[in-house]
């Protein structure tokens, strides 16, 4: 196929299809398989226009997508969440550091290398947009979605290190996605679960949240993802900023002059599904705005719903064409007319080379920051200590295995430490034992291993364990605390 075909020349279905993108994962597939024949269907008898690729391996992904691609009549737009690189969906991809540690660099050259690392390791495996960077200013630090995946909590950082982000990605040929217009940074609830209401007057927010978003239409951000947020300071409503024309049509397109493609957050989302079902989303969602309606909870009913507000007039079919125009401008700039295979013998080549992981090393290495040494213990010196007492607290079980790699390094330099793993809540016998425990090290060294996730919620160490560090202190044992993730550790003044 030479280039993109006429809008006028599709039908609805068509043209409606190519608005919606679902989920699809880097796992291998039999024919005869349910996700396999489901996606078959939508492509061929649906025709969706674009996926997100989820979890898998480097040659399942170059497989699968190959795949779909051979299937689809038109070439399909690949997106996925590369916030932290390939590797943060692909075994064997590049991990980076997250965006807060980033930014603790001071180098902003270095998010560009990030996102030129991301990009070419994404087109080699398919992948033509990444849903990164985050844009938002975590300004709250009780946020318990956003945190360390912003840069920062003032504007000038996140628009430093998110627009270099900007322009690695897409000068290596992949499209960036600035997220979650208008900013989900101001506030303590996660859309996962439920709509998050930015309280923040008008001037407060543009000078704020906006203030990234601005920058990054300036540096040409080709796509935007709008999140499922209300601010009431803006739209005069309580309403997802997906379903507020207020913002994703007048304040992003007219005010800021956004000519990119507009693409929801996951309507699947609490956010969303808590006041509105499948179909009345999408549709409300291109009302306001929308080009790509991404991940809606049943997406035949809502692909239905859309073809049926057309065909009432509700959805103007220009609306629609707009989009369309808009897709296939993208898929043309990413040369998907021509070809839309990728090789697997070149992806191996690409996907987590040396260079790409000395890369991540390098911004992990320049990460790391002292906030304050009173006692100066840092550098810990091994030859000055006998015994060590390493105790590792987090809220959450599932980092006992990521915690233990610092643990055995720990282990390797010393040799004589006694360790303990603890992830729910001490009580006053705990925190008597652990004192008797550690009363004979000449040093304790505390880590915090706190992580970011959907629908979790609390994004710091219990409270119970703060008193046990506070309890440590006061034996007069030298005590080091380190935090490996969130910086937002209470009365981190005092530590």
Known sequence: ???????????????VGQMFMIRYSGSFYQE???????????????????VIQFVGSIHGTVENLNELQRISDLPLLIAADYERGVGQLLDGGTLFPTNMAVAATNSPGLAYKQGRITAQEGRAVGVHVTFAPVMDVNSNPDNPIINFRAYGDTPEIVERFG??????????????????????????TDSHTSLPVITAERGDFERVDLAPFKAAVESGVGMIMVGHIA???????????????????????????????????????GGITDSHWAGEAAIRAIEAGTDIVLLPLDVDRAMESVLDAVKSGRLPEWRIDESVQRIFK????????????????????????????????????????????????????????????????????????????????????????????????????DIQRILKEAATSDYIICSLFIRVRMNKGQVSIDPSHRELI?????TGIPVVVASFGSPYVPDVDNL
């Open 231 to 269: 601010v009431p300071s803006i739209s005069n409503n309580d309403l997802p900023a997906t379903m507020t024309s207020e913002l994703s049509g007048d304040l992003l397109r007219k005010e800021l002059g956004f000519d990119g493609i507009i693409v929801t957050d996951a309507l699947e989302m």
């Open 163 to 188: 627009c270099a982000f900007i322009r690695g990605v897409q000068e290596n040929n992949m499209v960036a996605t600035a997220k979650h217009f208008p900013g989900h940074g101001n506030t303590a």
């Open 32 to 50: 005869n398989s349910y996700t396999y024949r489901w996606m078959k269907r939508l492509i061929e008898e649906r025709k969706i226009g674009g």
């Open 330 to 429: 993208m898929k043309e700039e990413m040369g998907l007319w021509e070809k839309r295979e990728v090789s697997f013998k070149e992806a191996q080549k690409v996907v987590g080379n040396s260079e790409h992981i000395s890369a991540a090393s390098e911004i992990a290495r320049k990460s790391i920051t002292l906030v304050s040494d009173k006692l100066n213990a840092v550098p810990f010196r091994a030859e000055e200590a006998d015994t060590l007492t390493h105790i590792i607290l987090s809220t959450d079980d599932g980092l006992r295995s990521m915690s233990s790699t610092f643990d055995r390094s720990v282990s390797r330099i010393h040799g004589n430490i006694k360790s303990q793993f603890i992830h729910e809540p001490v009580d006053d016998y």
């Open 470 to 474: 506070a309890r440590l202190q006061e």
């Open 1 to 15: 196929m030479e280039g993109p075909p006429l809008v006028k020349t599709l039908s609805l279905e068509e043209k």
